[in-house]
């Protein structure tokens, strides 16, 4: 489903991803480590064709069209969902009104009373207030409200293809054990793909990743499965390599 090909991202003229490489299939879960800065949103940026994040060669393929320098918009219209590390605040756009406007972009005409009413459905099972329906997105709300206001419009959108940013950051262990059944429920649902970046074992654990990757020195220097990442968890990065390299 996802191919990114050799792909050379550089941001503000230096280069931050060289040969990249990864494909990621119908229904699979990848997951992706790395140390802070090694390129991790980097990549996330570059898949949905941020404007800062300057490709210099290579290609991404969703369902085989090449996607490298589509509009944003139009990317994710195919059907790929960013759950961002920072999500954004935007005043004078309500969460009900972003939503209408998605679902009418993707062809879906929602009524706004039926509308109104799936929103609260999903809010009460991320156990989010009400009033999230009609206040601005993510104005005044604090990290872990982002996040679920994230899984809010996912939810809402239904992607066939999500990544997942650091979803944990910010949240605290109830939350995160709200997200993390919600996730499972998605999974099971409709069985995504999806690519997650996070360092945190139980959230990595409860999704079970069909392959674990680490970005080092400007690509993926190691895959594998979940061992991986309990070898990281252990050892840090540093120790993980030294043992791969003598093995
Ligand atoms: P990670 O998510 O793995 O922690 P990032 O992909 O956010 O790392 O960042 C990789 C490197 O690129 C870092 O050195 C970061 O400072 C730099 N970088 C990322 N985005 C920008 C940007 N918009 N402007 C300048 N530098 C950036
Ligand atoms: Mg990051």
Redesign the pocket.
Known sequence: MLQIKNLTVK??N?T?LKDFNLTIKDGEIHALL?E???????ICSAILNHP?YQKTSGKILFDNKDITNLSTDKISLMGIYLLA?NPLAIEGVNNIELLRSALSSKGEKINIFTLNKEINSVLKEIKLDSNFVSRDVNVGASGGERKKTEMLHLFMLKPKFIILDEIDSGLDIDSLKIVISSLKKYIKKYNPSILI?THQMKLLNALNPDYVHV?KDQNIKMSGDLEIAKKIEKTGFNETFKVSEND
């Open positions: 941001v503000s230096k931050i790395g802070n800065g090694s390129g991790k949103s980097t800062d590390q970046i970005i």
